[in-house]
């Protein structure tokens, strides 16, 4: 992993994690976990034994959707459709939790691939064999387009141009996802919320979701500012809420990236400590969105160097303990299932 993606993902401590030891809040309530990984990489696995871990800790959930991560790709074949590699591996992984033996949750059930859309009208046979490869699991794409004018800000594994959204291949290619049904997952930082603003409002007819509380920075150039942050992050959110299209994922903060800076602790934080830091972010997308077009999200397992699955959605519970029963609906398992289409839950 280069020092670029350090930057990023904090280091899995399972002793820290483990020294953090919660009662469940309201187990009963479903959950639908709309943004998970696997993966396969040195120094760090995350497959069956690691997913099924944290998916039986307590909380009652009941399916999950597999959002991308350069996830077992095509090692040959045209360029264009190694990431197919990545769908086949995640549909297999949803076969085996089909067949029941490891319970009842449904893994997989949507599966979010990539594909670069750049390609523009392009892509379109790439679409087809995505959806073919995934057995009616297909749910759409996520092209990452995070950038920042600090190198040390990005990504090695993605280096989008900073105006790639707007580009006129990007936006042939992004209309594709339209002509067959599927939706946009938006991983981009907060001071590009309105690129994204502007691609919603282009393309109404298309479904898109920002991820991770739409890129909360708070490390490098932007250690410090967490004021100024918050300013611009919610003047952004604001115009994008405008967008009727649009969903928020709240989650994604265990990553180093937002500068909460928990992971110092002696052991893993409480889910109290994590909804102190996590509920202005969140209570404000709810406040512009809706709990009709918010939902929590694990981001596992990029968020576990910073706090164990079931700490995380105790947090989560926390922050959204003054909810109806039908808003916390929404926010746990509903809007997952009508976005990513899982009519089975509905």
Known sequence: MSQQQVQHYL?????WLAARQEEILDPAQPIIDPHHHLWDRPGWRYLNDEFLADLK?????KATVYVQARSMHRAAGPEALKPVGETEFVTGIAAMFASGIYGDIAANAGIVGYADLTLGDAVQPVLEVHIAAAGGRFRGIRHIATWDPDPA???????PAEDMMDSSAFRAGFAALGRNGLSFDAWIYFHQIPRLASLARAFPEIPIVLDHCGGILGIGPYAGKRNEVFATWSR????LAQCPNVMVKLGGLGMRLPGFGLEAGAIAPSSEELAQHWRPWMERCIELFGTQRCMFESNFPVDKGGYGYAV???AFKRIA???TAEEKADLFWRNAARFYRLTQFL
């Open 11 to 15: 280091a899995v401590r399972e002793d």
């Open 236 to 239: 952004n959110m604001a115009e």
């Open 321 to 323: 303990a003054g909810a």
């Open 57 to 61: 800790s307590g909380h009652n959930v």
């Open 312 to 314: 995380g959605w105790n």
């Open 153 to 159: 800000m990005l990504n090695s594994a993605y280096t």
